[in-house]
C-alpha cells in the first residue's frame, strides 16, 4: 500500500532538490502536486485542504533553519504534517489498574474483527498477558467458531455460549439477539474475574452496512461491560467510505482507538490519512495479513517515513540539526567566501561530520545510496583518522597558513602523525584545490558573510 502516494510524494519533493531558494511559486507547485497526490490515495477533501494549508503557511513563514537546505526544509515539514495527521505520538493500549483489561471491537462484517480478535491476543500473550476472548458475535453464522479456531492458532482461551443455552441462536438478529450478545459480554468477564485472566478481548457483531440495530448492539455490549478500550476495526481498502463509516461509528458506538486492517492490500491509503483527522482517535494498530503475525503497533512517524520513501533521509536531517553549530557555519561561510579557510576549520568541520556517526553511515544514508554500496565502502574512517592525525601534528601557524608548510616541514609532519610524505602532500594539495573551488562556487551563488549557508 501506499506506494503510488509514496511515489508521487517522493516526485514532488524530489523537484525540488538542488534549489538553493524557494520561491513562493516553488512553494505553490509542490504544493500542488502533493494535493493532488494526497487526493488521488483517496484522502477526504477537508483533511487534503487542511494539511497543504499547513505546508503552505510554514514552508513561506519563516521558520528557517540553518542547517537544512530549502529542499530538504519542505521534506521536514512534509513529513511533521504527516506525523501529525497520522497522530503524532504512539499510542499505546491502556491497561485498567485493576485487572481485567476490557477491550472491545466493533466494525462492518468483514473488516477484520475475528482476525484481529486472535492477533491481538497472540501479541498481547507474548507479553506475558493472559488474555481470553469472548465471542459476542451471534449473528454472522459460523462466527462463534471462527473465534474458537483463531483462539486456538493463538494459543488463548475462548469463552463461547455453549450451543442449546438460553443466549440466543446464531442468526438471531432483533432485541433478544442483542440481549443475548450482552449476557455473552458479561458472563466472559465473570469467567475472566473468575479464573484470573488479565485482558478481556469482546468480539463483537457487525453488518454489512451501518445501521441502527448494529450500534445499539454495540453500544449495550459498552454500556454492560466499562470497556478500557473499545477498538474500531477500519477496512482500509474500502476507500472513501472509510471516512463515513468511521464517523457513523464514533457517533453510534464510540471508540477510543482505531485499528487499521488489510494494509497488505493495494488499498490507496487515503483511510490512514483520514481517520485520525476527522475522528480524532488515534490509530493504535495496523493489521497487514490474514496470519497472525501480519500485525503491528502504529507508529504515526515510521509510518510517515514509509510514505515519504525517505525514512534514512529524515534521520541524516535530524542530525544535522542536533549536531548544527549556527555560528560556526556562519564564521566558515565567510572565511571560506573570502577564500580564507584555514586547515583548523577543516579540522573542525570534519569533526562535526564525524559526530554524527561513521561516515559510511551517513553517505549510506543519502538516496539512491543502495546503488553505491561498494564505491561507499571505500570511503572508510581509517583516511579521516589519517587527515585528523596529519592536521593534529601540524603547528597552529601551518594549520593557519598552510603556505608555509614547505619540504622540510613536511617531513617533520609525516614522521610525528605516522605517515608518509606523499599522504601529507595529497592533503595539502586537495586542500587548496578545495579551497579554491569553495570560494570560486560561493562567489557565483552570492554567498556573501551576511547571508545564509546553504549545504
Ligand atoms: P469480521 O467479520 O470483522 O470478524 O472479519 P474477519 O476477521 O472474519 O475477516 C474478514 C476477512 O478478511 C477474512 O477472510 C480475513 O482472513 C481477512 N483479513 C482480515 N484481516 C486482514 C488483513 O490484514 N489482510 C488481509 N489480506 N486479509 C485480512
Redo the contacts with the bound molecule.
Sequence with gaps: MFESLSDRLTGALKDLRGKGRLTDADIDATAREIRLALLEADVSLPVVRAFIGRIKERAKGSEVSAALNPAQQIVKIVNEELVGILGGETRRVQLAKTPPTVIM?A???????????GKLSHWLADQGHTPLLVAC?LQ?PG?VQ?LQI?GERAGVPVFAPHAGTSVGGEGDLGVDGSQAAVAVAQAGLDEARARHYDVVII?TA?RLGIDAELMKQASDIRDATNPDEVLF?L?AMIGQDAVATAQAFAEGVDFTGVVL?????DARGGAALSVREITGRPIMFA????KLE??DVFHPDRMASRILGMGDVLSLIEQAEQHFDEAEAQRTAEKISQGELTLDDFLQQMLMIRKMGPIGNLLGMLPGAGDMKDALSQVDDKQLDKIQAIIRGMTPEERDNPKIINASRRIRIAKGSGVTVTDINQLVDRFFAARKMMSQMSGRMGMGGNQRKTN
Excluded: I, N
Design positions: 471491537l466494525g462492518l462484517q468483514g473488516a477484520g474483527k475475528t482476525t484481529l480478535a458475535d454472522r462466527a471462527q483463531v468480539d457487525g476495526v477496512d486492517t488489510k494494509l497488505d492490500g493489521s497487514t495479513g490474514e501480519d500485525f
